[in-house]
């Protein structure tokens, strides 16, 4: 057990302290000073630690190929959200600390993106240990795949992309910066432009099953209340 603690910390203070980075470490009271940055900090020690110490138990595998995939999602749907994550925890930080680029709105600004940080946190974790084997970070079917619609995808049909929005645009808020709000904006456009993509794979593999979920789940979405199809654009099972 004391082997999988250890990674598992070391790798939830080592993406939590790009957050430092960016800030300065020559000021690190100065970002503790705010309640929001700190719980920001806190959380994603704590859930990154808890990910990656619980993933095997879970049966997680966030790069597991299967039966169908989509080639092209190595690039558009795990390279450049990865790389807009690390920045956006170096950018909003290093502009916050600086006073540069930033927002008006203050604590309610902040308090809202804290908001955001949490519920997106929640869903962006609890969707890929649900789906246990079946998680993977590419658009794909797996071998013996089934639907899941308990959990957290009875209440939205793509929790962990509606989760991933949530937190990144909570970050940008949380350090009311201009230039994170643009990397939020993009990681969505990657996320929603994932959707169709998967809900057409989704529909070929289970048909009828599948458009039932979806009239099921239809106003359980933050996008419009209609039944889906792989051929609209689909309220947002990953």
Known sequence: MFKKIVPAVVFGVVYAALILVGWGLEDVGGFFSHLARTTLFAVTISANTLTMLFKDKFNVEFFKKGEKEDPKEKLTGVALPTLIGFLIMLV??????????????????????????????????????????????????????????????????????????????????????????????????????????????????????WEDYCRRTAKKSFNRPSPCSWRTFPAVNI
């Open 92 to 209: 909003a930080p290093f502009l916050d600390s600086h006073n540069f680029l930033t927002l008006n709105g203050g604590d309610i600004l902040r308090y809202f993106g804290l908001f955001l940080f949490l519920v997106g946190y929640i869903f962006m974790i609890w969707a890929p240990l649900h789906l246990g084997k079946q998680f993977s970070g590419l658009v794909t079917v797996q071998e013996e795949h089934e639907l899941i619609t308990d959990g957290p995808f009875r209440y939205i049909r793509h929790p962990r992309y509606s989760g991933i929005i949530l937190w990144i645009f909570g970050v940008a808020l949380i350090f009311v910066s201009t230039a994170a709000l643009v990397l939020a904006v993009l990681m969505a456009v990657l996320m929603l432009l994932r959707i169709p993509k998967e809900e057409k794979m989704l529909h070929e593999e289970f048909g009828g099953e």
